[in-house]
């Protein structure tokens, strides 16, 4: 044996490790379908059993905290769909499948499909809460869309007469499985739709396995539910049964019966209600009255101590006066007026206006040549003085001593010069003479 041979050699858990390793890192998750076999459950909890099928089997293991999360019992010969990693049990040197999960076969394909489709309308927001509508609180017509034969709707009709016969229910019959169901429930819904008359749909099937509330998972039908104008409720199947119907609708019963109570209120409740309300406006009103009562005594008190019959015949009295001597203040200025008139009229006989007039009228005729002798007189008189005055002005004006043959001699401004000191070489001045004015320019000033 060479050296490189001895550097080769593995110890068996070795060689497992090395198996195991490369088994869980080719085969983290694998999904394996085939029939139970070998089932043991030890008192641990864990279960372990072999899937085969004609030609081969795997032994497998499903430990205790997720075997309890089963939803059926498995037993030998039952087809089931495992999911898990592939290892190696080194203790043995067998490979074997370490589960996380275990399920019924044909449910399983179902069951992927129902998840794909969920994850797809989530995705589109068809099942967000701020979508959902709340229920009427008193609806008066409501359509029942089942089977009409199932015990669903002979529960949802015995809990509704119980709860509220008011209601009027529509029962629109459909199928509730098989291939033709979603088809026909989707017409159903939209006839209703149409219709306009109801004021909340209830969609409800009695329990089963997952292939028999299918139909409840169309996609056709939930996009239906999700258009629709009205709030629905969807009750399929029992408690722990869930549907994509379940999730689009406004509310998700347990069961249909439970979706009848949610949906009426309660005849025994709304009695008690009522008796209670009663109850509470018979204490209002028996407590106004006795306020009422109570403001009418003490109204009645303030109105026997204000006496209002004494205080309106002393108001009647007082206005009795005051008419009296208002009255009596009229007549004493109506005759001040009288003796006023009188008196005026007296006087204005006394004067004989017309008389008055006549005199005045002759004293104007003798006094009106007097203006016009008194105004002769005055220009004469100015007349007199006026000549006076010329004369004398005569006497002193230059220009007398001008027309003798003498001149006038002024500058451009008309300022007299009377000395040679007032003009100066190259001066234009003027000579005023008798008959005109003479211009002239300063030559030469000697003093």
């Given at each position: 044996?060479?050296?490189?041979?001895?550097?080769?050699?593995?110890?068996?858990?070795?060689?497992?490790?090395?198996?195991?390793?490369?088994?869980?890192?080719?085969?983290?998750?694998?999904?394996?379908?085939?029939?139970?076999?070998?089932?043991?459950?030890?008192?641990?909890?864990?279960?372990?059993?072999?899937?085969?099928?004609?030609?081969?089997?795997?032994?497998?293991?499903?430990?205790?905290?997720?075997?309890?999360?089963?939803?059926?019992?498995?037993?030998?010969?039952?087809?089931?769909?495992?999911?898990?990693?592939?290892?190696?049990?080194?203790?043995?040197?067998?490979?074997?499948?370490?589960?996380?999960?275990?399920?019924?076969?044909?449910?399983?394909?179902?069951?992927?499909?129902?998840?794909?489709?969920?994850?797809?309308?989530?995705?589109?927001?068809?099942?967000?809460?701020?979508?959902?509508?709340?229920?009427?609180?008193?609806?008066?017509?409501?359509?029942?869309?089942?089977?009409?034969?199932?015990?669903?709707?002979?529960?949802?009709?015995?809990?509704?007469?119980?709860?509220?016969?008011?209601?009027?229910?529509?029962?629109?019959?459909?199928?509730?499985?098989?291939?033709?169901?979603?088809?026909?429930?989707?017409?159903?819904?939209?006839?209703?739709?149409?219709?306009?008359?109801?004021?909340?749909?209830?969609?409800?099937?009695?329990?089963?396995?997952?292939?028999?509330?299918?139909?409840?998972?169309?996609?056709?039908?939930?996009?239906?539910?999700?258009?629709?104008?009205?709030?629905?409720?969807?009750?399929?199947?029992?408690?722990?049964?869930?549907?994509?119907?379940?999730?689009?609708?406004?509310?998700?019963?347990?069961?249909?019966?439970?979706?009848?109570?949610?949906?009426?209120?309660?005849?025994?409740?709304?009695?008690?209600?009522?008796?209670?309300?009663?109850?509470?406006?018979?204490?209002?009103?028996?407590?106004?009255?006795?306020?009422?009562?109570?403001?009418?005594?003490?109204?009645?008190?303030?109105?026997?101590?204000?006496?209002?019959?004494?205080?309106?015949?002393?108001?009647?009295?007082?206005?009795?006066?005051?008419?009296?001597?208002?009255?009596?203040?009229?007549?004493?200025?109506?005759?001040?007026?009288?003796?006023?008139?009188?008196?005026?009229?007296?006087?204005?006989?006394?004067?004989?206006?017309?008389?008055?007039i006549a005199l005045l009228r002759q004293r104007l005729e003798a006094l009106r040549p007097r203006p016009h002798a008194s105004m002769q007189r005055r220009l004469r008189h100015d007349q007199v003085h006026l000549r006076g005055l010329?004369?004398?002005?005569?006497?002193?004006?230059?220009?007398?001593?001008?027309?003798?043959?003498?001149?006038?001699?002024?500058?451009?401004?008309?300022?007299?010069?009377?000395?040679?000191?007032?003009?100066?070489?190259?001066?234009?001045?003027?000579?005023?003479?008798?008959?005109?004015?003479?211009?002239?320019?300063?030559?030469?000033?000697?003093?």
């Open positions: 044996m060479s050296r490189d041979d001895a550097r080769r050699i593995l110890s068996p858990s070795q060689l497992n490790t090395l198996a195991r390793d490369l088994l869980e890192g080719s085969f983290p998750s694998v999904l394996v379908e085939g029939e139970l076999g070998n089932l043991s459950r030890p008192g641990s909890g864990h279960l372990y059993f072999t899937l085969k099928d004609a030609r081969a089997q795997v032994r497998c293991a499903l430990f205790k905290p997720k075997s309890q999360w089963l939803n059926f019992v498995p037993r030998e010969g039952l087809r089931v769909l495992a999911r898990g990693r592939l290892t190696l049990y080194e203790a043995r040197g067998d490979y074997q499948l370490i589960l996380d999960s275990l399920e019924e076969a044909g449910e399983g394909a179902l069951r992927r499909a129902f998840e794909e489709l969920k994850a797809k309308l989530t995705a589109e927001g068809l099942f967000e809460t701020e979508r959902k509508r709340p229920l009427p609180a008193f609806p008066r017509r409501l359509a029942v869309v089942t089977s009409p034969s199932g015990a669903a709707v002979r529960d949802v009709l015995s809990v509704l007469s119980r709860r509220f016969p008011l209601l009027h229910v529509d029962v629109l019959p459909v199928p509730v499985q098989g291939e033709a169901a979603p088809a026909q429930i989707v017409s159903m819904l939209q006839r209703a739709y149409r219709s306009q008359r109801y004021d909340a749909i209830l969609l409800a099937r009695g329990g089963g396995s997952l292939e028999d509330l299918w139909a409840f998972n169309d996609e056709r039908l939930v996009r239906t539910i999700a258009q629709s104008p009205v709030p629905v409720i969807s009750a399929i199947g029992h408690e722990t049964d869930f549907s994509l119907s379940d999730f689009v609708a406004d509310l998700r019963a347990p069961t249909p019966s439970v979706a009848a109570e949610l949906l009426v209120p309660s005849r025994h409740d709304l009695a008690l209600r009522l008796q209670g309300l009663q109850r509470r406006a018979s204490r209002l009103m028996s407590h106004h009255l006795h306020r009422d009562a109570q403001r009418a005594d003490r109204a009645a008190l303030r109105l026997h101590a204000m006496r209002p019959r004494a205080r309106l015949d002393l108001l009647c009295r007082r206005q009795a006066e005051a008419q009296r001597r208002l009255d009596h203040a009229f007549r004493k200025h109506l005759e001040r007026l009288r003796n006023r008139m009188r008196h005026a009229d007296a006087v204005l006989r006394t004067m004989a206006p017309k008389r008055r010329a004369r004398s002005l005569e006497a002193v004006s230059p220009l007398a001593t001008v027309a003798r043959g003498y001149s006038i001699l002024q500058r451009d401004d008309g300022h007299v010069i009377r000395s040679v000191q007032d003009v100066q070489a190259g001066d234009r001045v003027r000579a005023r003479l008798g008959d005109g004015t003479l211009p002239l320019r300063v030559v030469d000033a000697d003093d």
